[in-house]
Every structure is written in structure tokens, then in C-alpha cells.
């Protein structure tokens, strides 16, 4: 075997003790498309063995111009585009949006509005959950756990499509209001629902939490202590997982949050396996959330009366002329929702942590009346921009195996982290 | 309207570092000379607990002057108290000192900021591109970037 002998060669040459060849470090690509990561992504590693040693990570694979886009179109016609944020939960997207804008114009939602998009978001939030656990569940090799979670999640993408026709690109809201009223049986399907999905939980916790492969590739790996994730501007499981009690919808309360009845579960150690447990915890939380709301929710308009934002109905549309002009109004370039000069934040609790609209509208040369019909800009504050921008720090002095639970665990959305 | 506590700490170690100071929609602001950013962050992470930078952005306000707003969202997660901060840049002048220092997150935001508007960070070690290729020219989040401009083809040309 020629290949064999020049091996040897080579191995008699270089003295055993030589510390040279023992202390040779490689570099290595991980991405920008790898089969073990959830995006396009790149993670530049030098390694000393199998250790990592330094990293950099490098993002804008996936880069749309979001902002751009929405200062482009109208105030209506940007949520299409917070679809495409997070894609797994894109109900979270567009109440955010929603709701950033609705405070520049001072409305709130009559009472069935807020339950219904208190209702999606938590079938969003869900749904995020599943995939995220599941995917890094496959990862470690637990595969049945993600076509057990998948299965559930296809229960709550159902649902979504039964109230607005999508899986994944919603456009389920309005400025000021939701655009239909609940299908007949809904709320029904909702409670079927999360009793499958409890019982999928309760599966998957058998399989993984007393798995023993699982839990020691989880525990006390890429270890972020609250201070230090506090500093790099985590939040969201990622953060309550460090042991931080931060959560938006209990702290800055929108919707019907502060009016229903259910925890914020926190982690101690900061490291994979408390960011898995809390996301569990969390979606049992949620479960609790959309059964408080189909018990209590009342009925009602599901959007608020002002002509000015909210289309009327099709039947006035097409019936009087009253309706037809309101119609045009809204939709003829140039009219549309005329928001006053002024700028908000407004953040709602994403799937993976805090997601902020800032919101500007400026009025343009063109304007007569101060108000603009697109937004000057639109800023989001994606909550796994900081989380990768940490991820080097995490994966700084562990494993190259490491890497793919740790980047499982922060739950990276391309579309959101590139915008 | 009555001043925030942050503003008269803020003005009692820089008396003219605070130009403008407003609550609007519920949020409050605060507008600050770009020049002493750094130390009017430090008091407010230091004596108020400021400790989170959740977001830091630009708007670009052409074709009025200054043109540029830099945008500052503080966050302290134990009392749960906001705080906006804006200074406004000059275009001849798009310049402003890094808080990298301060918060280690904002790396990568002012990354984001160079790469989408062009304006400076001033001790930065590390200022390139984020989102788009270093090739790239311009700041295609500049209200005055042409939209249909087309950029050169990176990568293999057959």
C-alpha cells in the first residue's frame, strides 16, 4: 500500500514530542448553507484540535431590504413585508407592526380584536417553539422528536389557514383592526388543538429531557450569564433562560396580556439545556393563554370604527355609494391612512424576544396636510440580531460539535436576523 | 414640561449636553450633542441602570438640516424604565464616537449603521460591512440612494 508506507515516512520524520505538529491550528468554514444549521449563515472558526479557539460570524446572506421596501409603500401594504421576518410566527410580525403604527395614530382595538390577535400570537409562539426545539432536537440526532413537533405545528398552521387562507405568509392584521371575524367551530378546534399539543409535549419530554445523550450534549454548554447576556441586549427565552425574568408581555403589557393568568418561566446556569427548558415551559404557558382566551373572549366588531383607517365592508363597498368612496379613499395613492408627524417604539414579545417597530412618518414635499401615507421609516429591531451577534462568545472555548446545539438553542431566523 | 431625572443629572456634569427633551406617544426622548455621547450614556447606564442597549438605528431626514438622526433605545430590565436618545448629525460631518465600550451589542449595531447610511464610528476597531458585500457602493438606506441603481456582479463571470 504506497499511501500507507508515505504515512509512515512522513510520521518518522517528525519527532512524537515536536510542538509544532502538535500545536497546529486549523481553520474551518462552517456555512454559509450547512445541513446543520437552520439558515444561511457563516461561522469562520480556527480550531486547535477540536477545540474552538476564535471564531467570527458573518450574516447578510438573506439581506431584502425590508426597510427600504416599507418606506416604499403604503402604511397597509408594509405588512405584507413583516411576513417574511420571522417566518415560522409571522402573526407576531404583523400585530408588532400593527400595533407600532396604531399607537402613532392613537387607536386601540375594540375587545374581540385584541383577544383574536392575542390568540394568534400565541399559536405563532407555539409553532416557533416546535421548530426551534425540534430542529435542534433532529440535530442531536432525535428525529422522532421533530416529526412529533412538526405534527403539531402543522395542528396550529391549520388553524392559522383556516382563519386567513396562509400557513406561513399570514397578512392576518390591519392597521386598526382584523380583516374577518372568526370562522365558525374555531374556537372549538383551538382547544382540540392544544390538548394535542400537550400531549405531544408530554411526549417529547419523555424522549428528551431523560435522555441522557441529549441532556449531557446540552448541559453547561455555551454558558451566558445574565449580566453578560444582559450587556450584549438579549432577550426573550434566550435571556430568561440566563435566569432573567424579562418578558413583554408581562412588563410592558399589550393586548389582553395583563388580563389573563399564566408565569414566566426562567432558567438558572444560562447554557443550552435552560434555553430548551424554557421554551418547553413556555409553550405550556402559552396552551394556558389561548384556553383563557376562547373561555373569556366576548363578541363585538373586530376593528375599530374610524373610516379614516379601517376598509369598510364589502357589502357597503359594493352596496352604496357612501361605501365606495370610503373604499377608494383608503386605497387611491396618495390618500390612504394619513398618519400624523411622529415617531414611536413600540415592542412586542416575539417568538425569540423582544421585537420593536420604530416607526417614523415624516411628511414629504408632496404633503399638504402635515400627515404622510407611508412611513418616512420603518426600523425593526429583530430580537436574534443579538444573540448571533453574541454567538462567537458562546461557542469560544467548546467543541466543534457544540456549535450546532448552541446555535440550535438561540433560535437563529434568517429572515429576521437579515432583514 | 418638567425635566426627566436623567436630564438634570445629565445637566449637572455637562450643563450644555442636553439640547431638547420630550414625551410623545408615551416614549420618552432625550436629544444630546453627538459629540459627548459617550459620556452621557455612561451616566445613564452608571447612575440609572441603563444596563440594556436594546437598539440603536438612524433616520435619515433629507432633505432637512442636520440630515441625520442617530436613534438610541435604552432599556433598564430591573426597573423596566425606556429611554430614547437622539443626536442629530450633520451630512458634512456623519461622525459620531463608538459605544462599543460601553455595550458590547453595539458592535454589530453600528456595523449595521456604517454598512446601511455611512456614517462613522469613531473608535470602532472594527467598521465593515454587515448586511451587504464589501464591494458594494453607496448606503442604499440613504432617502437620496437611487433605487434602480445597479451594483457590480460579484463572484465567478463566465
Request: aromatic share 10%.
Amino acid at each position: 500500500m504506497p499511501e500507507l508506507d508515505a504515512l509512515s515516512e512522513i510520521k518518522a520524520a517528525v519527532p512524537p514530542d515536536e510542538p509544532e505538529f502538535q500545536q497546529k491550528e486549523m481553520l474551518l468554514n462552517i456555512g454559509p448553507a450547512h445541513p446543520a444549521m437552520h439558515g444561511i449563515i457563516r461561522i469562520m472558526t480556527k480550531l486547535e484540535g477540536e477545540l474552538v479557539v476564535e471564531s467570527e460570524v458573518e450574516i447578510g446572506y438573506l439581506h431584502r431590504a425590508f426597510e427600504k421596501s416599507c418606506e416604499e409603500s403604503t402604511w397597509n401594504q408594509a405588512i405584507i413585508y413583516t411576513d417574511r421576518l420571522n417566518y415560522v410566527s409571522s402573526p407576531i410580525n404583523n400585530v408588532g407592526y400593527c400595533m407600532a403604527v396604531e399607537k402613532l395614530l392613537g387607536l386601540e382595538l375594540p375587545p374581540r380584536g385584541q383577544y383574536i390577535r392575542t390568540l394568534l400570537c400565541e399559536i405563532a409562539r407555539i409553532s416557533d417553539h416546535l421548530t426551534c426545539v425540534g430542529a435542534s432536537a433532529m440535530e442531536l440526532g432525535g428525529f422522532t422528536v421533530f416529526l412529533y413537533m412538526i405534527k403539531g405545528r402543522e395542528y396550529l398552521w391549520e388553524l392559522i389557514e383556516e382563519y386567513c387562507g396562509a400557513r406561513v405568509t399570514t397578512m392576518t392584521t390591519r392597521v386598526g383592526g382584523m380583516p374577518y371575524d372568526l370562522p365558525e367551530g374555531w374556537l372549538d378546534k383551538c382547544l382540540w388543538v392544544v390538548k394535542e399539543i400537550r400531549e405531544i409535549l408530554n411526549e417529547c419530554d419523555i424522549l428528551l429531557t431523560n435522555n441522557r445523550i441529549f441532556v449531557e450534549r446540552m448541559e453547561n454548554i455555551a454558558i451566558m450569564p445574565a449580566e453578560r447576556a444582559i450587556a450584549w441586549g438579549w432577550t426573550g427565552p434566550c435571556l430568561r433562560g440566563s435566569g432573567v425574568a424579562y418578558d413583554v408581555r408581562k412588563d410592558f403589557p399589550y393586548l389582553v396580556y395583563d388580563q389573563l393568568d399564566w408565569e414566566v418561566p426562567v432558567g438558572r446556569r444560562g447554557d443550552n439545556l435552560d434555553r430548551y427548558l424554557v421554551r418547553m415551559a413556555e409553550m405550556e404557558q402559552s396552551c394556558r393563554i389561548i384556553e383563557q382566551c376562547v373561555a373569556r373572549i366576548p363578541g363585538g366588531p373586530v376593528s375599530c370604527d374610524n373610516k379614516r383607517v379601517v376598509l369598510p365592508d364589502k357589502k357597503d363597498t359594493y352596496g352604496n355609494i357612501e361605501g365606495l368612496m370610503n373604499h377608494f379613499k383608503l386605497i387611491m395613492y396618495g390618500h390612504g391612512i394619513r398618519v400624523p408627524e411622529g415617531e414611536v417604539y413600540f415592542p412586542v414579545e416575539g417568538g425569540n424576544g423582544e421585537l420593536g417597530f420604530y416607526i417614523v412618518s415624516h411628511p414629504d414635499e408632496h404633503s399638504k396636510d402635515g400627515c404622510n401615507d407611508r412611513a418616512w421609516r420603518v426600523r425593526c429591531r429583530p430580537p436574534c440580531f443579538t444573540t448571533v451577534a453574541s454567538l462567537q462568545e458562546m461557542i469560544n472555548g467548546y467543541m466543534v460539535a457544540d456549535i450546532v446545539p448552541t446555535f440550535g438553542s438561540i433560535n437563529m431566523i434568517g429572515g429576521e436576523l437579515d432583514r | 414640561m418638567s425635566k426627566f431625572p436623567e436630564h438634570i443629572a445629565i445637566e449637572k456634569a455637562h450643563p450644555t449636553a442636553v439640547l431638547d427633551w420630550h414625551e410623545r406617544f408615551g416614549d420618552r426622548t432625550m436629544i444630546v450633542e453627538a459629540k459627548q455621547i459617550v459620556e452621557i450614556v455612561r451616566i445613564l447606564k452608571d447612575a440609572f441602570g441603563y444596563d440594556m442597549l436594546v437598539d440603536l438605528t438612524c433616520v435619515d431626514y433629507l432633505p432637512r438640516r442636520p440630515r441625520f438622526e442617530m436613534v438610541y433605545h435604552f432599556l433598564n430590565v430591573e426597573s423596566k424604565t425606556r429611554l430614547r436618545v437622539k443626536a442629530q448629525l450633520e451630512e458634512s460631518n456623519a461622525r459620531i464616537p463608538t459605544l462599543t465600550g460601553l455595550y458590547p451589542i453595539a458592535d454589530w449595531f453600528e456595523r449595521e449603521v456604517w454598512d446601511l447610511f455611512g456614517i462613522k464610528f469613531e473608535g470602532h476597531t472594527n467598521l465593515k460591512r454587515i448586511m451587504l458585500y464589501e464591494e458594494f457602493e453607496g448606503h442604499p438606506l440613504r432617502k437620496d440612494y437611487p433605487k434602480t441603481k445597479r451594483q457590480p456582479l460579484m463572484g465567478p463571470q463566465n
